[in-house]
């Protein structure tokens, strides 16, 4: 039976959780945004780039979330603790556990909202980052910013091409001294250097076609040797010249975070009976396990650990609630997401070595609470 008590913990802790999830959200959305900028070296045009901010809230809720309701639970324990409402409670006969219970639910819908955030709606965010990305590189295309400049645009990593891009000045929509470098993880690929050149990107081929090309030098190489592969070619002007890169096509990416979890379940098992030595798939089901055990155990354990502060600043409590859960939880779960990825330790343990370990405090503490060593 639910009890005022209950309803005063549920209503203070959810609502804060809900007030410092729109804050987080925002602020690491912000910086999310700052850090898309700085990757394109150019700013995006204001569309293009307000429209990363859907699959970014997506893909920072598993993590914003659990961080909120563990700041709302240590700040709503160490008040309590601080004001004696604790105290009070277990002077008329309430047992040292039960303002805890109702941390409960709120866990179980944050590591809920959590699982599905990371398992289910994420993948689709970051497959439509990927997609944003190739608009932002059609957005620098289209309007290029002027004065010299030398802009780098990652592809998907391994044989995948990047494109580095450098140029004097932009006259009419014409590069002035263009170089373009095209290579992968492998080494070189291409070279092209131009007197005067326009670029035109085409997004759905992948491909940067270059007309009105005047005086290009273009050089082929072997990424294993680095060295040209056959002769330069070189004229006085090309119509229409066209470089593959496979960053802008439509085919999606293949990495982990991009799979739902059933899928990653396939790629595991796949990666079993291939003995590979790197598993991504493991790890990353270690990761969103991780996430979202975190929305149900962080809260509680920073509650508790709040609770055991006999001190009126409630400062104090927040940093004894948040700063060892997190440092202890998060840390353990990258340290298992590694072993995984090694191929160490079976993805089924794994993930449970940060839960475990959280779980093991707050029963330990628990237990302290209900001996009366803690009061």
Same mark, same amino acid.
């Given at each position: ?19 410092? %999830? ?19 070296? *150019?700013? =995006? ?12 809230? *997506?893909?920072?809720? =598993?993590?914003?979330? =659990?961080?909120? &309701? ?30 805890f219970v109702m941390l409960i639910p709120i866990g179980l819908v944050a590591a809920l909202i959590s699982w599905f955030g990371v398992s289910e709606f994420? =993948?689709? @965010?970051?497959?439509?980052?990927? +997609? ?58 291409? +070279?092209?250097?131009?007197?005067? &050149? ?10 940067? *076609? ?49 799979? %739902? ?24 089901? %270690?990761?969103? *396990?991780?996430? &979202?055990? @975190? ?11 709040? +609770? ?13 609630? %948040? ?12 340290? &298992? ?5 090694n191929g160490t330790i079976a993805p089924q343990v794994s993930m449970l070595v940060a839960p475990v370990a959280t779980a093991i405090a707050a029963m ?12």
């Amino acid at each position: 039976m639910i009890s005022r008590l209950d309803i005063v913990i549920l209503r203070d802790v959810a609502l804060l959780t809900l007030v410092c %999830v729109l804050g987080l959200t925002f602020l690491f959305t912000a910086l999310s945004l700052y850090q898309i900028v700085n990757r394109f070296e *150019v700013t =995006p045009q204001i569309g293009t780039l307000m429209s990363f901010a859907p699959s970014l809230w *997506v893909s920072l809720l =598993p993590m914003t979330l =659990p961080m909120s &309701a563990l700041f709302a639970a240590t700040l709503v324990f160490g008040r309590m603790r601080a004001e004696r409402e604790l105290l009070l409670l277990a002077a008329s006969g309430v047992t040292p556990w039960r303002p805890f219970v109702m941390l409960i639910p709120i866990g179980l819908v944050a590591a809920l909202i959590s699982w599905f955030g990371v398992s289910e709606f994420g =993948p689709t @965010a970051y497959a439509e980052r990927h +997609s944003l990305e190739r608009q932002a590189l059609a957005d620098f295309i289209e309007s290029p910013p002027q004065g010299p400049r030398e802009l780098h645009f990652p592809g998907k990593g391994g044989p995948d091409p990047s494109i580095d891009i450098s140029y004097a000045r932009v006259e009419g929509g014409q590069y002035k001294d263009l170089k373009i470098l095209v290579y992968n993880d492998l080494g070189l690929l291409a +070279s092209l250097s131009a007197d005067t &050149a326009s670029i035109d990107y085409r997004r759905y081929s992948g491909t940067l *076609v270059l007309t009105q090309c005047f005086e290009p030098r273009l050089i082929e190489f072997n990424p294993e040797t680095g060295k040209p592969a056959g002769a330069p070619l070189v004229a006085d002007k090309i119509n229409e010249l066209r470089v593959p890169f496979d960053f802008g096509s439509d085919t999606g990416p293949s990495a982990p975070k991009a799979m %739902v979890t059933s899928e990653l379940l396939q790629d595991i098992a796949k990666d079993v009976e291939q003995n590979s030595h790197q598993r991504g798939a493991a790890a990353e089901l %270690v990761r969103r *396990v991780g996430l &979202a055990l @975190a929305g149900l155990l962080l809260p509680l354990l920073g509650a508790l650990l709040a +609770s055991l502060v006999n001190h009126p600043n409630r400062l104090l409590a927040i940093g004894v609630g %948040v700063i060892p859960s997190a440092l202890g939880y998060y840390p353990l779960m990258t340290a &298992a997401t590694t072993l995984a990825e090694n191929g160490t330790i079976a993805p089924q343990v794994s993930m449970l070595v940060a839960p475990v370990a959280t779980a093991i405090a707050a029963m330990l503490i628990t237990a302290g609470l209900i001996r009366g060593r803690w009061v």
